[in-house]
Antibody
């Protein structure tokens, strides 16, 4: 079945970087745009940006420009989101989500909890 | 960016009742690219409605969406026990994608 499986929880110190992976299965990875959305504890959803797995082209939210890098490895159908210069307010669950071109995020990963703490 | 404001913040209803959730945009949403998601504690969001009124695959017909321009509505015709959750609207017609702050539907 179509699914996105993300990497496990991370604990990082302020100033460090984190790289979250999102492995796709059950569909053609390069055929669908991939977005990243985060959710701080008890808060709402915040879009970070997305990547075209076919071309590698990216579109980042202005808030994250300069700190986020989205990449992909088509050989293993996996997308990555790396966030640098972490701060305590980056503590959140990070989700990847597939866009079909007709519908927005129809399939979501299970989420990766990233905790930033000294 | 398009700011989405959802109301009410919390809706207290009983199973079997009708739920009406509102989402208002700060500017017209391009091509009615407005979606609704349901999220339960500890779970990822689930797409319910896209294009303002199209149900996603597998979504029961008690969920319906309507609206255009700046005013959109999600209606749950008869609440089932599994429908008590938080609901988010989202616009995806212009970058950046933006989400409303959420409406919690709780059991009265």
């Amino acid at each position: 079945q179509v699914q996105l499986v993300q990497s496990g929880a991370e604990v990082k110190k302020p100033g460090a970087s984190v790289k979250v992976s999102c492995k796709a299965s059950g569909y053609t990875f390069t055929g669908y745009y991939m977005h990243w959305v985060r959710q701080a504890p008890g808060q709402g959803l915040e879009w970070m940006g997305g990547i075209n797995p076919n071309t590698g082209g990216t579109n980042y939210g202005q808030k994250f420009q300069g700190r986020v890098t989205m990449t992909r490895d088509t050989s293993i159908s996996t997308a990555y989101m790396e966030l640098s210069r972490l701060r305590s307010d980056d503590t959140a669950v990070y989700y990847c989500a597939r866009e079909t071109g007709i519908a927005p995020a129809d399939i979501w990963g299970q989420g990766t909890m990233v905790t930033v703490s000294s | 960016e398009v700011v989405l404001t959802q109301s009410p913040g919390t809706l207290s209803l009983s199973p079997g009742e009708r739920a009406t959730l509102s989402c208002r945009a700060s500017q017209s949403v391009t091509s009615s690219y407005l979606a609704w998601y349901q999220q339960k504690p500890g779970q990822a969001p689930r797409l319910l409605i896209y294009g303002a009124s199209s149900r996603a695959t597998g979504i029961p017909d008690r969920f319906s969406g309507s609206g255009s321009g700046t005013d959109f509505t999600l209606t749950i015709s008869r609440l089932e026990p599994e429908d008590f959750a938080v609901y988010y609207c989202q616009q995806y017609g212009s970058s950046p994608w933006t989400f409303g702050q959420g409406t919690k539907v709780e059991i009265k």
